[in-house]
């Protein structure tokens, strides 16, 4: 019977290594990932770029996530109902901690979601709610003054993270320096310009981590990136670039992930700028630019042709609204009529970003053929984010990314009059009609009534111009074959809880 035990205790014993996981010592203890700039902020409620929001999503969770088919499902929250058009409630777990020790509660909850309400850089997202209360220390209710259709999808959006009301009370301004979340890895360190470290967190109420410490790297220039990729100097790239995709692609040692995305890069035109208040020239310019090459002779393959102001992965994609295929007579024409048969000379500006100044030099190009003359102004990523916030501004060069995919962050906080500056419409763009419509789709839970709304929305801001959509970039990223359980959703972003890489 000994015998019998001995034989069984060696069989269970190998079945958990094989069964339930590998060895620790067969995994690296450090996974290391490249970006192609520094975040900006570690604070979810002051985030609104996918720079900072993909490191963020390591730290911090929200009542709901998206899963990879980017369907609503709970994360703290384990269940909610609707009680009515107005009210929300949420069902919390109970075995949660944050990275500072503290057990989270409806009180977490409810500070991080006021918090959301009042930031000027997210505050948007949550402007119909109007009361967020605990019933209980692990039941919160969220109400809304009118029905809100896209509530569930920015509950489970960064902005909606949930933070540790201890933890922010004491740090202050301080906390995107020390941000205390309940994700899956908590803060160690941040070198501005270098990398930011972080370290599986040992009380995570789920998956801990397999690889102990996490490091995203900054590294701008994007061959550097694809170089740092091979030579095994990082496990995993973000955004390789058009040149690099073969040479990722036909590595024996790495693979490249890429799907369509919702997101756009399209050109600004800034409304306070009286150059830019001229709709025959935004027509012009619109007109003089081949989308299509871009799309070909800059991505190659990696986007497609832009032609309305939502991508077609969201489901509120309009694809019969005015387009604008390149017509030099007629731009030239368009030119005449707004005043500047003569000609005029611009400013083009983007990021320091190849692909982004591949574009605009193409783009320099084909204004030149209807007399515009750009000079083209790089800036630093996080300079160009707070210079494209500010009024009376040249053409730009910018992108949005619609993580939650919904029709409200495609074009709410791009056109709506509220939102003119840091937290989206940076072309200072007013109409009316547009609040009106925006006002409406956002605030009914008529999910057909919504795409109709939406559809008329994409049909005014296409005529009128306040930005020109040029293409609908993929998402894309590299990995070395080591790299195991990576998975790209469609808004870009990964669950790097639970990938893990091996020696």
């Known amino acids: 019977m000994k015998n019998v035990w001995f034989i069984f205790t060696i ?14 010592n067969q995994f690296k203890d450090t996974l290391i990932i490249a970006q192609r700039a520094d975040v900006k902020t570690l604070d979810p409620q002051k985030s609104i770029d996918t720079i900072s929001n993909k490191v963020i999503n390591l ?3 929200s009542l709901l996530t998206l899963d990879e088919n980017l369907t609503v499902v709970p994360q703290l929250a384990t269940s909610w109902e609707q009680v009515d058009n107005l ?3 949420f069902h919390l777990r109970k075995d949660v901690t944050f990275h500072n020790g503290e ?8 500070f991080s979601l006021n918090r959301a309400r009042s930031s000027a850089q997210v505050g948007y997202n949550f402007t119909p709610i109007i009361d967020i209360k605990a019933i209980d220390k692990y ?14 999808k920015y509950l489970s959006s960064v902005g909606g993270s949930i933070v540790s009301k201890k933890a922010v009370e004491e740090s202050g301004n301080a906390f995107s320096q020390n941000p205390i979340g309940s994700g899956p890895y908590k803060f160690k360190e941040w070198i501005p310009g270098d990398k930011i470290v972080v370290e599986a967190f040992v009380n995570y109420h789920g998956e801990i981590p397999k690889n102990k410490t996490l490091i995203v790297r900054s590294i701008p220039e994007v061959t550097n990136r694809t170089i740092a990729l091979e030579t095994g100097e990082v496990d995993i790239a973000f955004d390789i670039g058009i040149m ?9 040692d790495l693979e490249l992930l890429e799907v369509e995305a919702p997101s756009t890069l399209y050109l600004g035109f800034d409304n306070t700028n009286p150059l830019f208040q001229n709709k025959k020239l935004r027509e012009a310019i619109a007109y003089a630019i081949d989308n299509e090459s871009l799309a070909e002779f800059v991505f190659r393959g990696a986007a497609l042709s832009g032609d309305s102001p939502i991508p077609p992965v969201i489901d509120v994609y309009n694809p019969n609204v005015k387009k ?24 083009l500006w983007t990021s320091a970003q190849s692909t982004w100044i591949d574009m605009c030099t193409i783009i320099q190009d084909q204004l030149k053929e209807i007399g515009i003359l750009a000079e083209i102004k790089i800036f630093e990523w996080s300079t160009y984010v707070t210079v494209t916030s500010q009024p009376n501004k040249a053409l730009y060069l910018l992108s949005w990314n619609v993580t939650s995919v919904d029709g409200d962050p495609a074009l709410y906080p791009l056109f709506h009059s509220n939102e003119k500056g840091m ?10 009609e547009i609040d009106s419509i925006l006002l409406e789709a956002r605030t009914t839970i008529d999910q057909d009534k919504r795409k109709s709304l939406y559809f008329k929305a994409q049909e005014i801001i296409q005529n009128e111009l306040p930005h020109y959509t040029l293409v609908y970039p993929h998402y894309n990223l590299g990995a070395r074959k080591a790299v195991k359980n990576l998975i790209l959703q469609k808004n870009g972003y990964t669950d790097l809880a639970k990938t893990y890489v091996l020696k």
């Open 423 to 432: 937290s989206g419409n940076r072309s200072f763009y007013e109409n009316k």
């Open 244 to 252: 690099d995709r073969e040479t990722v692609k036909e590595s024996g």
């Open 139 to 152: 039941t919160v209710q969220v109400t809304t003054d009118k029905p809100f259709g896209a509530i569930l």
């Open 87 to 89: 009210n929300t409630v």
């Open 103 to 110: 057990p989270l509660t409806s009180e977490d909850v409810v």
């Open 59 to 61: 730290m911090f969770e």
């Open 324 to 347: 604008y295929a390149q017509n030099i007579p007629l731009a030239k024409e368009l030119m005449k009529e707004a005043g500047f048969e003569n000609g005029l000379n611009i400013e």
């Open 11 to 24: 069989c269970l014993s190998l079945f958990s290594i094989n069964t339930f996981g590998m060895k620790d």
